[in-house]
Antibody, heavy 117, light 112 residues
Framework: QVQLQESGPGLVKPSETLSLTCTVS????????WSWIRQPPGKGLEWIGY???????NYNPSLKSRVTISVGPSKNQFSLKLSSVTAADTAVYYC???????????WGQGTLVTASS | QSVLTQPPSASGAPGQRVTISCSGS????????VYWYQQLPGTAPKLLIY???QRPSGVPDRFSGSKSGTSASLAISGLRSEDEADYYC?????????????FGGGTKLTVL
């Protein structure tokens, strides 16, 4: 059974960089597309972007200038960096497995990141 | 403002049938599959319907999806208390530097 687990700081200061890692267990990150999706408190879902295991990426145009998704730091992990955060970036951040133009079938439990001084 | 449009709320009594609509455009629903996710309180979203009308293993046949043109809908029949959740439609959008995944704003289903 594939499982995903997000990890990283729960508090980030405004203007700094949010960094999260997703660890995949029960399967390999080879093949499939690996996404980050966020949900502000009480609001809907927003796709941030994906990475293919080969390293190719695609980002939400509204966040593209601030987002970097990469494979690593360890095998079966992928990471999210979101720069210049503001209070509007406060959200539960999910990592998820998917197919290109397909569905997200496995999700992490989510981790709340608050942007506040 | 979400790319896909859903009603913010829906409700029904146990045993009834309820439908949730999802409206998009030619660049998303009109040219790609629609997916539906169920989010129970305090949990991650769960895939409910894929490729417009397919149910993953384990999803009861009380849940069904359909698509026509640039709109889609989720129907839940024989409503049960455990169906009370937020429901999100999703699709891939081919505009700009896509494809980009887009979601509806979510519909909160209340079982009366």
């Amino acid at each position: 059974q594939v499982q995903l687990q997000e990890s990283g700081p729960g508090l980030v200061k405004p203007s700094e960089t949010l960094s999260l890692t997703c660890t995949v267990s029960g399967g390999s990150i080879s093949t499939y597309y690996w996404s980050w999706i966020r949900q502000p408190p009480g609001k809907g879902l927003e796709w941030i972007g994906y990475i293919y295991y080969s390293g190719s990426t695609n980002y939400n145009p509204s966040l593209k200038s601030r987002v970097t998704i990469s494979v690593g730091p360890s095998k079966n992990q992928f990471s999210l960096k979101l720069s210049s955060v503001t209070a509007a970036d406060t959200a539960v951040y999910y990592c998820a497995r998917g197919e290109l133009l397909g569905y997200f079938d496995y999700w992490g439990q989510g981790t709340l990141v608050t942007a506040s001084s | 403002q979400s790319v896909l449009t859903q009603p913010p709320s829906a409700s029904g009594a146990p045993g009834q049938r309820v439908t949730i609509s999802c409206s998009g455009s030619s660049s998303n629903i009109g040219s790609n599959y629609v997916y539906w996710y169920q989010q129970l309180p305090g949990t991650a979203p769960k895939l409910l319907i894929y490729r417009n009308n397919q149910r993953p293993s384990g999803v009861p046949d009380r849940f069904s999806g359909s698509k026509s043109g640039t709109s889609a809908s989720l129907a839940i029949s024989g409503l049960r208390s455990e169906d009370e959740a937020d429901y999100y439609c999703a699709a891939w959008d081919d505009r700009l530097s896509g494809p980009n995944a887009v979601f509806g704003g979510g519909t909160k289903l209340t079982v009366l």
